[in-house]
DNA sequence: TATTTATATGAGTAATTATTAATATCAGGT
DNA sequence: ACCTGATATTAATAATTACTCATATAAATA
């Protein structure tokens, strides 16, 4: 089954990363800025050695860089253009996720297939 | 702390339905065409009960669509555009995964800062 | 040198979720 | 009506990972 034009398997590990509430939160939260360890703590309300964890883990995958200041560590976005990524993902969202299989605002989905199928509970297993 | 320019809330049940490696390949082997579920099964090697389990997670998601035909359920990509915000990633991966924090070949970091810290931990805590 | 603050790491535990087994339901064919 | 194949659901288990605790390390300050 190869439809992608690439095989996800370089993704996988991405999204693995992102599919975590609080990385996801402490990226979003970076936003433009470069932000001590201290900030982060505070903004997002984990633990001390939690946030440390999940910095690591977002560093390692690439998505974020740290800069020593003094005693300080800034954690900043490796580049701002993830950001227009995650905001491309959320225009999607606001599209189709609200739409659900009910039809696209934007895009029609093609004709003349069979009926389309209710969700499959629905239609009875 | 705000500074995306929407709060993350939104995106961050999206990304935890796409950071299961299952997920993702199934998702990615729909890619333009609709498949029955016995595809999915035999291209992925999961099991029924599991593939089942996804196409579910990724349908009440909003990531796919079920259409039955007779007796059998095809699933496709509620819209295929998600294909290319995937590939927007995966491209920007390519340029900042491989160069890590050492400098990105596209975009130059903003030169003036103390000298970049090495990862954290080769700095020493 | 000692102390304080910042931050990372290792180990253990808690929480979440993927997977499997069993079974139910549905559509089509006989 | 019965059988077959397709597919969904529930419950139990296995696997993974987030989080916490304790502690180590580093930089700055006294």
Same mark, same amino acid.
């Given at each position: 089954? *190869?439809?992608?034009? @690439? %095989?996800?398997?370089?993704?996988? +590990?991405?999204?693995?990363?992102?599919?975590?509430? %609080?990385?996801? *939160?402490?990226?979003?939260?970076?936003?433009?800025?470069?932000?001590?360890? #201290?900030?982060?703590?505070?903004? #997002?309300? =984990?633990?001390? #050695?939690?946030? %440390?964890? @999940? =910095?690591?883990?977002?560093? !390692? $995958?690439?998505?974020?860089?740290? !800069? *020593?200041?003094?005693?300080?560590?800034?954690?900043?976005?490796?580049?701002?253009?993830?950001? *227009?990524?995650?905001?491309? =993902?959320? &225009?999607? =969202?606001? #599209?189709? &996720?609200? &739409?659900? $299989? %009910?039809?696209?605002?934007?895009? /029609? /989905?093609?004709?003349?297939? @069979?009926? $389309?199928? $209710? &969700? +499959?509970? !629905?239609?009875?297993?």
């Amino acid at each position: 089954m *190869r439809f992608f034009a @690439h %095989s996800p398997e370089q993704i996988i +590990p991405a999204f693995k990363v992102l599919g975590e509430p %609080s990385r996801l *939160r402490i990226l979003c939260g970076l936003g433009l800025e470069c932000r001590p360890v #201290t900030d982060i703590i505070q903004a #997002t309300g =984990l633990g001390q #050695t939690n946030v %440390s964890f @999940h =910095l690591r883990v977002l560093r !390692e $995958a690439g998505f974020v860089r740290a !800069e *020593r200041r003094g005693s300080f560590i800034y954690y900043c976005l490796a580049d701002t253009e993830l950001l *227009r990524i995650l905001h491309d =993902l959320k &225009q999607w =969202l606001d #599209t189709y &996720q609200t &739409q659900g $299989a %009910s039809g696209a605002r934007k895009r /029609r /989905r093609p004709a003349g297939r @069979h009926r $389309a199928a $209710a &969700q +499959p509970k !629905e239609a009875g297993n």
